[in-house]
């Protein structure tokens, strides 16, 4: 067991987000700029805090862990507290809404008519999945998969997320930046934007190019996807270029990565909490800390849901280190806070670039795709493209069963499936599946694919439910499929 101690622990936490508004507050006067900056520091007024959704939304994922706890917590229980407590529908925030609200289930909810996806809402709040889950890259990875499914779905935004979770966690363990970001690339595919953006910037650094240099490469690079503005691929890349061209130094990494312009209060906040964690407090420049002071200001939140989020870092820090042992929980006990010394394996980096579920987890997310979870079995609905239909048209549909052996014993089951269809709707396909058991030579998954077809009239939104019995089993599942017409 890798063991923390608590007030070192504690101390990293409070500087990730100080080094986090550090960098929003610094960075968001120039949001969205083309050109390459030359800036020396902060151009707000002392103790002048902006506001940034890149850590209210995170807030409202600290008040879901309070209050639903993290077993079970996924991308659909995530979808609630973003109807109920996220008031903005700017970019890949609203469409995710707005597709939610028509009854299209995350990661669906992030990849119909989202031309967002690739962009950066998702990486830019993981430090509260990496605060919780210290010293675990694959269980911070997974945490912000689930939330980032939502507004990104099956996009670059989503292996983005998991790459920033993962360094962050790591850099509680590990306190050389470098290996953080080696230990976040092996947790995404290599054919990813994000990977390629990333490694990129390293080879631009091992070569001896200027900053400038490297930032223009990456422009260049991704020039391609989202008119070369607002995506993940070359923000986070930024960042990456601010923390290895700043080889450690607070001032000159937050000013390298906000210098390369874009989403710069993302990059320079990202920054900042990363160095945070690695360096604690004693990390952050005492005249940059005494400048902003500790206070949060919020800007997207429904306070009159009763939210009540923390108003100073201190407060936030002291919520967050109260959940981190039951978050550690879900991730094996592998890691534990004490009172004493810090207990760190020597070959802890090396443990964490082992192969790990996160790159598994992403490549079984595909487009038009979503999962429920029926407790023995999970099934998971694929469509063959946008959930659309057209009066008298038809659409497939595969689901695909997975036997959760692990949790509920290694049987195999017999299913059944009763479609329970709006008027007019019919549905072609087995109404039986024979799910095995998990051994050597089966994988305990199942297909089925079902032709759906609509009557002369559809309604907006059309709702088709698979009820879902089991010999022996003494609990139905339901899922709900929804066509927009």
Not at 295 to 305: K, Y
């Amino acid at each position: 067991m890798l063991k923390l101690n608590r007030e070192k622990f504690r101390d990293k936490v409070y500087a990730c987000f100080i080094g986090k508004n550090i960098g929003g507050t610094m960075g968001t006067p120039y949001e969205g700029s083309r050109v390459m900056h030359d800036i020396k520091g902060f151009v707000t007024d002392p103790g002048e805090v902006l506001p940034n959704d890149d850590l209210d939304l995170q807030l409202v994922w600290l008040h879901a862990v309070e209050n639903i706890g993290p077993y079970g917590l996924d991308c659909k229980k995530l979808s609630e507290f973003w109807i109920s407590y996220i008031v903005p529908y700017w970019n890949e925030y609203g469409l995710g809404k707005t597709n939610l609200t028509r009854g299209l289930q995350a990661p669906l909810s992030g990849d119909y008519m989202n031309n967002w996806r690739d962009s950066n809402g998702a990486w830019i709040r993981t430090e509260i999945w990496a605060s919780l889950a210290p010293a675990s890259p694959a269980l911070a990875a997974k945490y912000a998969i689930e939330d980032a499914k939502v507004d990104h779905g099956a996009g670059e935004g989503t292996i983005a997320a998991a790459f920033v979770a993962a360094m962050q966690s790591a850099a509680y363990a590990v306190p050389d930046v470098r290996k953080c970001i080696d230990i976040a690339l092996t947790q995404i595919p290599e054919t990813s934007r994000v990977w390629q953006s990333v490694t990129k910037v390293i080879e631009c650094y091992n070569k001896g190019l200027t900053p400038v240099e490297a930032c223009k490469t990456i422009l260049e690079l991704n020039s391609d996807i989202g008119d070369g503005w607002f995506e993940s691929p070359s923000n986070v890349a930024y960042t990456v270029l601010g923390l290895v061209y700043g080889e450690g130094d607070f001032k000159k990494s937050m000013i390298y990565a906000i210098n390369c312009g874009d989403d710069t209060d993302c990059t320079g906040a990202t920054v900042g909490a990363t160095l945070g964690i690695i360096g604690g407090t004693a990390g952050i420049p005492s005249d940059w800390r005494a400048y902003l002071g500790d206070n949060i200001i919020t800007i997207s939140l429904n306070r009159a849901t009763g939210l009540n989020p923390p108003k100073t870092c201190v407060a936030l820090t002291d919520r967050v280190v109260r959940q981190t042992p039951v978050m550690l929980t879900c991730g094996g006990d592998r890691v534990a806070l004490t009172d004493g010394e810090d207990e760190i394996p020597a070959d802890i980096a090396e443990e964490y670039m082992k192969d790990s579920d996160t790159k598994t987890a992403l490549s079984r997310l595909l487009p038009y795709s979503f999962t429920t979870e029926l407790g023995f079995c999970t099934v998971t609905a694929i469509w063959d493209g946008a959930p659309d239909i057209l009066p008298g048209g038809q659409k497939k549909v595969t689901l695909r069963f997975d036997n959760n052996w692990k949790v509920y014993g290694n049987s195999p089951y017999f299913i059944s499936l009763n479609w329970l269809t709006p008027e007019g709707f019919t549905v072609e396909g087995k109404n039986s599946v024979r799910l095995t058991h998990f051994n050597a030579h089966n994988p305990a998954t199942e297909e089925v694919t079902f032709t759906i077809t609509a009557p002369e009239h559809v309604e907006p939104e059309n709702r088709i439910v698979v009820e879902v019995i089991t010999t022996g089993r003494p609990t139905p599942g339901y899922v709900s499929l929804v066509l927009l017409g």
